[in-house]
């Protein structure tokens, strides 16, 4: 059978790619190394069939976001912004209003860094450090962006930071989708030859012809799309033939910050449904529900480490859990599912960030390479948009673009 267009990887990006390549009436094969389909988009259900929760992207953000139209208005569900909110500092664990009393919160420090981020070079520590905030502020703003960028702030760029923010047109609020941010990858593959549980190990190219090496053997297509995390090319894990030094200098300026999640269920319900916020960078966000046995822990940065040595112990984990969710107190843990993305060899951690002396990796990693190598994925994005699953959809619709003209000429 022929094939135009491989496309390797099928995360949102890949899909995203392939669903319009296919539309096109091009001959596309998706390779995808995991058993799965969404990559960093994995809903965990529950046993007991209650709602999904997500060990990867967590929210649909914006009411502008592509996601909107590939699952439907009818399938989207807007999340209710009166959610009780908490933080835990200093090991103490109260109102995320605390935040606002009397003290910038990391919110709006974060909304300052957008309106005046300061000149290229400068880190988010750098310009944290020169905003006159007190201990307790400088703190909480510094784990507030390491949870919400996957990286410590002095390896964050503020200008880039700015950049992505200016850059973001998917809209306000967030939105999940029904049976689970799962349903998107689910919907986008319909129809589509998408071979789950096919890693390409590595990928030849030449004038108009690409070879997939694969487990099953060789693939050969006029054109091939890499939408794979760069860390993925620069363990080699996927092994580009040929791939100029400019783009290997690039793939290796866009890792993807740490990042750990865990659904850790428990012998008893919660008794009211709350997200926490902790400041002390143990656990990163944690999220209940009321009449829920979990706790969902998204945690990045220094808190995935934590999470990371804890899961391996039951009474670590417990120890934490404690802490920011005291309802917790005395439970015992009947299940953890965790999403290991730092340790996860497909992804090499959670997402990417603008980082102080990478500006432009993300643009040359981006750009095709002799009109047959096509590249996508959020990372293509980072910094001119936010890491999140709106920059992989555009990539891959913009790859898709740029292969469609390449093989027509
Ligand atoms: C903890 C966490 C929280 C997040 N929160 C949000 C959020 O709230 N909202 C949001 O929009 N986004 C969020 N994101 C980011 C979002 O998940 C990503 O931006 C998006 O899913 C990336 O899609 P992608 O297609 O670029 O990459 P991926 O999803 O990583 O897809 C790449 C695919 O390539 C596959 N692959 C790797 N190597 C090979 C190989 N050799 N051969 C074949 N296949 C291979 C991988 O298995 C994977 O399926 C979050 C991510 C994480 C980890």
């Known amino acids: 059978m022929r094939t135009d267009i491989l496309v390797i990887g099928a995360g949102a990006a890949g899909l995203a790619c392939a669903r319009r390549l296919h539309d096109e009436g091009l001959a596309v094969v998706v390779h995808e190394a995991r058993p799965r389909l969404g990559g960093r988009i994995h809903s965990h259900h529950p046993a007991d069939g209650g709602p999904p929760l997500e060990l990867g992207a967590q929210v649909v953000h914006g009411d502008r976001n592509p996601a909107h139209a590939l699952v439907g208005a009818a399938r989207m569900r807007a999340l209710p912004r009166d959610v009780t909110a908490r933080i835990v500092q200093d090991g103490v664990e109260q109102g995320m209003s605390a935040l606002a009393r009397g003290r910038r919160a990391p919110w709006l420090v974060e909304a300052q860094l957008h309106a005046a981020p300061g000149p290229s070079g400068l880190s988010v520590a750098g310009w944290l450090g020169g905003r006159g905030l007190s201990g307790a502020e400088s703190g909480a703003a510094a784990e507030w962006f390491r949870q919400n960028w996957a990286v410590d702030p002095d390896l964050l760029s503020a200008p880039g930071v700015a950049a992505a923010q200016r850059g973001d047109?998917?809209?306000?609020?967030?939105?999940?989708?029904?049976?689970?941010?799962?349903?998107?990858?689910?919907?986008?593959?319909?129809?589509?030859?998408?071979?789950?549980?096919?890693?390409?190990?590595?990928?030849?190219?030449?004038?108009?012809?690409?070879?997939?090496?694969?487990?099953?053997?060789?693939?050969?297509?006029?054109?091939?799309?890499?939408?794979?995390?760069?860390?993925?090319?620069?363990?080699?894990?996927?092994?580009?033939?040929?791939?100029?030094?400019?783009?290997?200098?690039?793939?290796?300026?866009?890792?993807?910050?740490?990042?750990?999640?865990?659904?850790?269920?428990?012998?008893?319900?919660?008794?009211?449904?709350?997200?926490?916020?902790?400041?002390?960078?143990?656990?990163?966000?944690?999220?209940?529900?009321?009449?829920?046995?979990?706790?969902?822990?998204?945690?990045?940065?220094?808190?995935?480490?934590?999470?990371?040595?804890?899961?391996?112990?039951?009474?670590?984990?417990?120890?934490?859990?404690?802490?920011?969710?005291?309802?917790?107190?005395?439970?015992?843990?009947?299940?953890?599912?965790?999403?290991?993305?730092?340790?996860?060899?497909?992804?090499?951690?959670?997402?990417?960030?603008?980082?102080?002396?990478?500006?432009?990796?993300?643009?040359?990693?981006?750009?095709?390479?002799?009109?047959?190598?096509?590249?996508?994925?959020?990372?293509?994005?980072?910094?001119?948009?936010?890491?999140?699953?709106?920059?992989?959809?555009?990539?891959?619709?913009?790859?898709?673009?740029?292969?469609?003209?390449?093989?027509?000429?």
């Open 169 to 409: 047109l998917a809209g306000s609020g967030e939105f999940t989708i029904d049976g689970g941010l799962g349903t998107l990858p689910a919907l986008l593959a319909e129809g589509l030859d998408v071979r789950l549980g096919s890693p390409v190990r590595r990928l030849d190219h030449g004038p108009g012809r690409v070879t997939a090496h694969t487990d099953e053997g060789r693939v050969t297509a006029v054109a091939a799309v890499v939408t794979v995390p760069p860390p993925v090319v620069v363990s080699g894990a996927l092994s580009l033939t040929d791939l100029p030094a400019a783009k290997r200098a690039a793939a290796a300026g866009l890792p993807l910050g740490d990042a750990c999640c865990a659904v850790v269920t428990l012998d008893r319900p919660a008794p009211a449904s709350a997200v926490t916020l902790d400041l002390d960078g143990r656990t990163g966000f944690l999220r209940a529900t009321e009449g829920r046995p979990e706790v969902l822990v998204v945690a990045k940065a220094g808190a995935a480490a934590s999470v990371r040595a804890a899961l391996r112990d039951p009474e670590e984990l417990s120890g934490l859990l404690r802490v920011a969710v005291p309802w917790t107190a005395g439970a015992r843990i009947v299940e953890v599912t965790a999403a290991d993305w730092g340790a996860d060899p497909l992804s090499g951690g959670g997402f990417t960030a603008p980082l102080v002396g990478a500006e432009g990796a993300a643009r040359t990693w981006a750009e095709p390479v002799a009109d047959t190598l096509f590249f996508a994925g959020e990372a293509t994005w980072c910094g001119s948009g936010l890491p999140w699953m709106q920059s992989a959809l555009a990539s891959g619709v913009t790859a898709a673009e740029q292969a469609l003209k390449a093989v027509r000429r």
